[in-house]
T-cell receptor, first 113, second 115 residues
Framework: GNSVTQMEGPVTLSEEAFLTINCTYT??????LFWYVQYPGEGLQLLLK?????DKGSNKGFEATYRKETTSFHLEKGSVQVSDSAVYFC????????????FGIGTKLQVIP | GAGVSQSPRYKVAKRGQDVALRCDPI?????LFWYQQALGQGPEFLTY????????KSGLPSDRFFAERPEGSVSTLKIQRTQQEDSAVYLC?????????????FGPGTRLTVT
């Protein structure tokens, strides 16, 4: 079945630093790819998504490009803020026609002032 | 509008007790999912409903786990004879329909601790 491999954290960065969180996937076909974020004390929420190869998803200054040739969907942000401190999950749906989602292990990001 | 709500937010159960976890999805959402998230891990799929029909329960870890959605809205996840390994956060999510590009909206979760 479909799977994701995500870099383990925690990742600690200073404010305004550049962020990369690596994610690679194994999938049948070309599924949509997602990044979810879980802020402290809150539920999971969709951060961004890409639905086909070479698509770039973006939201709140975060970006990720669907790379078919490297089967990757790395999350990037040019200048992180303290408010970005959260756990980030790479995810993809199964190929069964609905949205059973497979999540990565999660990467905890801590941004210090 | 209101998001997905779950209750209780926290539950402590003694080993062997039965528990029931409730999920109120967003009104009108057809699809409903339950996930289990162990400490330090990503959520893992448990089961899926389309309206009142449970179409996939392949992720339920044992026959002690049972889920229902009798009227196609509120759902209950029941765990019988709880064990310590059942300690986790149980997440509910709903989606407008079952298409692969439709966003799932997650509730805040119920943290179950089995002592």
């Amino acid at each position: 079945g479909n799977s994701v491999t995500q870099m383990e954290g925690p990742v600690t960065l200073s404010e305004e630093a550049f962020l990369t969180i690596n994610c690679t996937y194994t999938a049948t076909g070309y599924p949509s790819l997602f990044w979810y974020v879980q802020y402290p004390g809150e539920g999971l929420q969709l951060l961004l998504k890409a639905t086909k190869a070479d698509d770039k998803g973006s939201n709140k200054g975060f970006e990720a490009t669907y790379r078919k040739e490297t089967t990757s969907f790395h999350l990037e942000k040019g200048s992180v803020q303290v408010s970005d401190s959260a756990v980030y999950f790479c995810a993809l749906p199964n190929s069964g026609g609905y949205q059973k989602v497979t999540f990565g292990i999660g990467t905890k990001l801590q941004v210090i002032p | 509008g209101a998001g997905v709500s779950q209750s209780p937010r926290y539950k402590v159960a003694k080993r062997g007790q039965d528990v029931a976890l409730r999920c109120d999805p967003i009104s009108g959402h057809v699809s409903l999912f339950w996930y289990q998230q162990a400490l330090g891990q990503g959520p893992e799929f448990l089961t899926y409903f389309q309206n009142e029909a449970q179409l996939d329960k392949s992720g339920l870890p044992s026959d002690r786990f049972f889920a229902e959605r009798p009227e196609g809205s509120v759902s209950t996840l029941k765990i019988q004879r709880t064990q310590q390994e059942d300690s986790a956060v149980y997440l509910c999510a709903s989606s407008l329909t079952s298409g692969l590009t439709y966003e799932q909206y997650f509730g805040p979760g119920t943290r179950l601790t089995v002592t």
